[in-house]
C-alpha cells in the first residue's frame, strides 16, 4: 500500500484553504457619508489627503483599531475611520466613456452610457461582467464589463 499520495492528497486539502486566503484580493467597501476624509495616518490629527464623496469604491488593505488603510481607483491611499466607511458594493467607471448594455454580453443591446468617475451600486457579477444600479434608488442600470470599473 502506497500511502504517500494519501499523505499529500490529504496535506493539499489541508493548505487549500490558506492559500485561497493569501490569493484572496483585498476587501472592497465604499464612503458611507459624503465628503470622508483620508488621511495620511490613523490619527485624526493628521493631514488630510483628499475628501471621497459617499459611495466612493475603496479598497481595503489592512485595519488598525478603528481605522481601515484604503486604496482607492487613482491609486492614491490613505487612513478612513472605520465608522465612515460602508459594506454597500459599488464601482466607479474607469474609462471616459463606457457601454452599459442590457445583459452581460457585447451582443445585448446599449441602454445607457457612463463616464469616467461614475458611481454605481453593483447588484451581481457574472464572469467578466458587473451588473450596476443606480445608488441613490437601485434601480438597474445594466451591464458592463468587470475591467472598465474599479470597485468589482
Not at 56 to 73: A, R
Not at 92 to 109: C, D, G, H, Q
Request: negative net charge; contains cysteine; aromatic residues 8%.
Amino acid at each position: 500500500m502506497n500511502i504517500k499520495p494519501l499523505a499529500s492528497l490529504h496535506a493539499g486539502l489541508l493548505l487549500t484553504p490558506l492559500l485561497l486566503a493569501l490569493a484572496a484580493p483585498a476587501s472592497g467597501k465604499s464612503i458611507g457619508k459624503d465628503q470622508v476624509n483620508v488621511r495620511a495616518e490613523p490619527d485624526l490629527k493628521s493631514a488630510i489627503l483628499y475628501s471621497a464623496p459617499l459611495a466612493y469604491p475603496l479598497e481595503i488593505q489592512k485595519e488598525q483599531g478603528k481605522w481601515v488603510y484604503c486604496l482607492d481607483w487613482l491609486n492614491n491611499s490613505g487612513w478612513v475611520y472605520k465608522s465612515l466607511v460602508s459594506d454597500i458594493d459599488t464601482a466607479i467607471v474607469l474609462v471616459e466613456k463606457a457601454n452599459i448594455r442590457s445583459a452581460a454580453t457585447l451582443n445585448a443591446s446599449v441602454v445607457t452610457t457612463a463616464e469616467q468617475g461614475d458611481i454605481y451600486t453593483i447588484l451581481a457579477r457574472d464572469n467578466d461582467w458587473v451588473k450596476l444600479g443606480y445608488y441613490q434608488t437601485g434601480a438597474d442600470a445594466g451591464w458592463i464589463r468587470n475591467d472598465l470599473v474599479f470597485g468589482e
